[in-house]
């Protein structure tokens, strides 16, 4: 599969990405990840890194898909939602217009993606105070800025990071803190659209419209969602096939999900006949 952005490595991009086979161990490995402390970035970090195969044709270490910019990562770990299941998600909402609750369905695989545009993962941009090159932000800059409370100081950290290159036009600068120190609201303003202008993009929000009073209504949809999905399924599985085959816990959880579905169903079928 392509990513819409992709990895910048030796100065070429490589877009393919592919997941392990699904196995028992993985599913378990994310319902942990899922289920610990960590921050959000440093979660999905975990859940590519375990499950990815290849990433722009690299091993999937935590440091390479912490290079990954945020688009990418949401769109694998959507990707992955699907893999382990859940294509189709019923989500529900309160109207707003009209105050009923109700539920709307998603085909996560269709949900819109915007490739990177020209130059990606760098932006240009002219600002007030002279020429320089951003950087679209990745994993490792939403890790660093998992822990700041103040958003002035988040967006600050953000800037500092991905700065590429100090414009030649200022003197006496010594780093890129005293050069975000000299630009202004509207430079900042220049800064995102050039870095949305090139950054890929996932739809985190759908709009839905409301089955009793037809008033639309916008609605948000958690590109993360994989790691919400219910693990208590994988014990039921182990449990049922361990009690009719006497298969080892290990053997169970080294399977591919699709051979441990077929002996599900073979199990549920011959239970069938019995009853
Ligand atoms: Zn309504």
Redesign the pocket.
């Known amino acids: 599969m392509q990513l819409p952005g992709g990895l910048w490595h030796n100065n070429q991009r490589n877009r393919r990405f592919s997941f392990r086979p699904l196995t028992g161990e993985m599913e378990l490995v994310l319902a942990e990840i899922a289920g610990s402390d960590a921050s959000l970035p440093a979660k999905v970090t975990s859940a590519l890194s375990a499950t990815l195969d290849r990433v722009g044709g690299e091993v999937p270490t935590g440091s390479l898909v912490e290079t990954l910019c945020v688009a990418d990562r949401q769109f694998m770990m959507r990707i992955l939602s699907v893999y382990l299941g859940a294509e189709e998600v019923w989500l529900t909402a309160r109207?707003?217009?009209?105050?009923?609750q109700?539920d709307f369905m998603v085909n996560q695989s269709e949900l819109p993606v915007k490739e990177a545009g020209e130059g990606f993962p760098f932006a240009p941009v002219e600002t007030s105070v002279g020429f320089y090159r951003l950087r679209v932000p990745n994993g490792a800059d939403q890790l660093a800025i998992a822990t700041v409370d103040n958003s002035e100081a988040a967006l600050q950290t953000l800037l500092e990071r991905c700065i590429m290159d100090l414009p030649d036009t200022l003197e006496g600068l010594e780093d890129s803190s005293d050069f975000i120190k000299k630009i202004r609201a509207e430079d900042l303003r220049k800064i995102e659209t050039a870095v949305e202008n090139v950054a890929p993009e996932v739809a985190t929000m759908a709009q839905a419209a409301?089955?009793?009073?037809?008033?639309a209504?916008i609605m948000e949809i958690d590109p993360y969602m994989c790691l919400k999905q219910g693990s208590a399924g994988i014990f039921t599985e182990i449990h049922t096939l361990a009690s009719t085959y006497h298969w080892s816990e290990t053997d169970i959880l080294s399977m591919p999900k699709i051979r441990r579905q077929r002996y599900l169903k073979l199990i549920d079928r011959s239970r069938g006949m019995v009853d």
Request: aromatic share 8%; proline share 7%; charged share 30%.
């Open positions: 109207c707003k217009h009209c105050g009923e109700f409301c089955p009793e009073c037809k008033g209504n």
